[in-house]
């Protein structure tokens, strides 16, 4: 498949989705013997998609793809949610996780810190506002302090809820 029917292929999925009102994530196409197989990954704006609503999207999707007959070969579809494990990497990945706990490895340090992990309390401007915990000790006693430190997009090199 070429990049161009790839691109078609995820634009014609986008308007599929968002007649149901649920948002395309990602969709991956890899080639196997019997055919390609194509996973569709959608959410919702605020995260949390139905069984349903997946269910429903697939249906849509198939009926449209064997009426324009993309595909020489057999293909198999799925449609997921994109699950806790998927990688954030735009803003919208991140207001999907508005108000959850998400791990952060960066590029370059920001405040002497190469890692944070703490709950996004807002997104926008290309920046990710996280709530996270500090450490400290004051003589025998452990002191615990909650603090907030802003994240450019850009230098994020990884960034994945926890649960």
């Not at 013997?33 to 997946?54: F, M, N, Q, W």
């Not at 810190?113 to 807002?122: C, D, F, K, R, V």
Request: glycine content about 6%; some cysteine.
């Amino acid at each position: 498949m070429t990049s161009e029917l790839t691109q078609q292929l995820e634009e014609f999925v986008h308007l599929k989705a968002e007649e149901i009102g649920l948002e395309l994530v990602g969709v991956t196409i890899n080639y196997k013997k019997g055919g390609p197989s194509i996973d569709v990954y959608a959410d919702k704006e605020r995260g949390g998609i139905t069984l349903e609503e997946c269910t429903l999207l697939n249906k849509r999707i198939v009926q449209d793809l064997d009426r324009a007959d993309w595909f020489d070969k057999n293909y198999a579809l799925s449609v997921s949610s994109p699950g806790v494990d998927w990688p954030l990497r735009t803003e919208k990945d991140f207001k999907r996780s508005l108000h959850r706990k998400v791990r952060f490895l960066l590029i370059e340090p920001i405040e002497d810190q190469w890692e944070y992990m703490g709950e996004i309390t807002e997104v926008g401007s290309g920046c990710i506002h996280v709530d996270f915990e500090t450490k400290t000790k004051e003589g025998k006693k452990k002191v615990i302090a909650r603090r907030q430190v802003i994240i450019p997009i850009e230098k994020i090199k990884k960034a994945l809820q926890v649960i």
